[in-house]
C-alpha cells in the first residue's frame, strides 16, 4: 500500500508559537486525511485535500496539499493547550482503506 | 447517539486465550476498518470492508479474523492471543471515504495479553 512519512515525531512549542507537521509521499497521492488524536483518546477527522496545491482553512488550522500531490502540511497558527495531541495524515488505498502516517505529537507549553 | 461503539473498553487475555471485540456503526457506513496503536508506530490496518460480505486484509492481519455479515457490525477475533497482541484497537467507519467524508472512529478496547 502506499506510504507516507510524518515529521517532525515529536514538537514543543511554547502557547502562541506556530506548529506545522509534514508528510511526504514518494508516489502521487489521490488525496489525503488529517486527524487529531488528543491523549487517551481517539482519533478525530480533521479535513480532506483531493486538489493539488489546495489550501484549506479551518480557524487557526491551514491544510495544504502539494502542486505534485506529494505532500501535505498542516500549520498551527498561534498554538493554544487545547491543541495538545497527535496529528496523523492518511492516504487513501485502492479500496479507499487508509494508510496512516506515523503522527506528530503536540505538546504545548504553557 | 449516533456513531461508532466499541466493546469492551478494557480487556486482559491470558497468553492463548481467544475473544471477540465488538464494533457497530449506526450510521449506514459502508467501510469500516480495524486498526492497532501501539506506543510509537501510529495506526496500522488490521482488516478492512467496503460492504457487508466484503473483508480484506491490512497491513498486520496475522493472528486476526474479520467477518461482516450486517452493514452494522465488524468483530474482530483473536484466534489464540500472544503479548504481542497487546494494544489498543480502534475500529472506524465511513460513509465513502475519498469524499469530503473521514472515518468516524470508535472510542477504542485496551487489551493487554499476559
Known amino acids: 500500500g502506499q506510504q507516507v512519512m510524518q515529521i517532525p515525531q515529536y514538537q514543543h512549542v511554547q502557547e502562541g508559537e506556530d506548529f506545522t507537521t509534514y508528510c511526504n509521499s514518494s508516489t502521487t497521492l489521490s488525496n489525503i486525511q488529517w486527524y487529531k488524536q488528543r491523549p487517551g483518546g481517539h482519533p478525530v477527522f480533521l479535513i480532506q485535500?483531493?486538489?493539488?496545491?489546495e489550501v484549506k482553512k479551518q480557524k487557526r488550522l491551514t491544510f495544504q496539499f502539494g502542486e505534485a500531490k506529494k505532500n501535505s502540511s498542516l500549520h498551527i497558527t498561534a498554538t493554544q493547550t487545547t491543541d495538545v495531541g497527535t496529528y496523523f495524515c492518511?492516504?487513501?488505498?485502492?479500496?479507499?482503506?487508509?494508510?496512516f502516517g506515523s503522527g506528530t505529537q503536540l505538546t504545548v507549553l504553557p | 447517539n449516533a456513531g461508532v461503539t466499541q466493546t469492551p473498553k478494557f480487556q486482559v487475555l491470558k497468553t492463548g486465550q481467544s475473544m471477540t471485540l465488538q464494533c457497530a456503526q449506526d450510521m449506514n457506513h459502508e467501510y469500516m476498518s480495524w486498526y492497532r496503536q501501539d506506543p510509537g508506530m501510529g495506526l496500522r490496518l488490521i482488516h478492512y470492508?467496503?460492504?457487508?460480505?466484503?473483508?480484506d486484509q491490512g497491513e498486520v492481519p496475522n493472528g486476526y479474523n474479520v467477518s461482516r455479515s450486517t452493514t452494522e457490525d465488524f468483530p474482530l477475533r483473536l484466534l489464540s492471543a500472544a503479548p504481542s497482541q497487546t494494544s489498543v484497537y480502534f475500529c472506524?467507519?465511513?460513509?465513502?471515504?475519498?469524499?469530503?467524508?473521514?472515518?468516524?472512529f470508535g472510542s477504542g478496547t485496551r487489551l493487554t495479553v499476559v
Open positions: 492518511a492516504v487513501s488505498g485502492s479500496a479507499r482503506q487508509l494508510t
Open positions: 485535500l483531493v486538489k493539488s496545491g
Open positions: 472506524a467507519s465511513s460513509y465513502h471515504p475519498g469524499t469530503e467524508y473521514g472515518y468516524t
Open positions: 470492508s467496503v460492504g457487508a460480505g466484503i473483508t
